[in-house]
């Protein structure tokens, strides 16, 4: 999830990672620019990851369908917004993650070493976002 408690977006993500970069636990988050969650992230010092257990399945496949430039998604979902340190996530998660950007790289096709990689892509290549771990909250 990208942007404040007033103005916030979520969506589902396949391609990420958690792990240790540069001394410091860290996400990786890909997103194509065409996703509204790119345009709130791109204005934001920070986002959440959020983790699930199996009973939102529908839910997070709702998520990664729709924009929520055209929908609302929870509205539709009956997921919550929850205010963690200004970071916007969704309360039902089983963890949140609240990540600082500490850098960014565009994929580049040049460094396609495998070709067949090339059919994941349109041209609409993603920026992967790295994001430094800065809180975790659980639920209880």
Known sequence: SAGDKDKWNTMTISWGAV??????????????????TYELLEKSDTFSMSFFG???KKELGFCGKN?????DKFAETGFI?????????????????VCKKIAFQDINP???LDESIENNYNGD??????GEIVKVYTAE
């Open 19 to 36: 792990g240790e970069l540069w001394g410091k636990d860290v996400v990786f988050a890909f997103i194509r620019p065409q996703r509204y």
């Open 54 to 56: 199996g009973e939102y």
């Open 67 to 71: 924009s929520g430039r055209n929908v």
């Open 81 to 97: 917004v929850a205010d963690f340190d200004g970071t916007a996530a969704i309360e039902q998660a089983k963890i949140n993650l």
């Open 110 to 112: 040049e460094g396609f």
């Open 125 to 130: 290549y993603h920026r992967v976002y790295i």
